[in-house]
């Protein structure tokens, strides 16, 4: 069983930044991907930016030039920081774990709010 435990979200201005942290635990193989997924008032749920164990990374184009994925693979950890934030950008943000690699997401944070005040 594995656990994802998001942290850092929080209120912000537009302009201003912020900087989420994802721990996972449990049983993790050594070659999986993460990802940041959120889910707006109103919105599906889209994926944000993801990374796999190697380091690569996807990033949805609207956060493009924003925000910077990146993970600590000794502590099984992923990280979203987010720069210029848009009122737009106001979501539930949800960790998720492909524990083999690919986009087959099997494990899901609880989301952590974050609001872009204009």
């Known amino acids: 069983q594995v656990q994802l435990v ?11 930044s912020l900087t989420l942290s994802c721990a996972a635990s449990g049983s993790i193989s050594n070659i999986n991907t993460m990802a940041w997924y959120r889910r707006g008032p109103g919105k599906q749920r889209e994926l944000v930016a993801a990374i796999t164990t190697d380091g690569a990374t996807n990033y949805a184009d609207s956060v493009k030039g924003r925000f910077t994925i990146s993970r600590d693979n000794d502590k099984n950890t992923v990280y979203l920081q987010m720069n210029s934030l848009k009122f737009e950008d106001t979501a539930v943000y949800y960790c998720a774990l492909a524990p083999s690699g690919g986009y087959a997401w ?13």
């Open 6 to 16: 998001e942290s850092g979200g929080g209120l912000v201005q537009a302009g201003g």
């Open 106 to 118: 099997d494990y899901w944070g609880q989301g952590t709010q974050v609001t872009v005040s204009s």
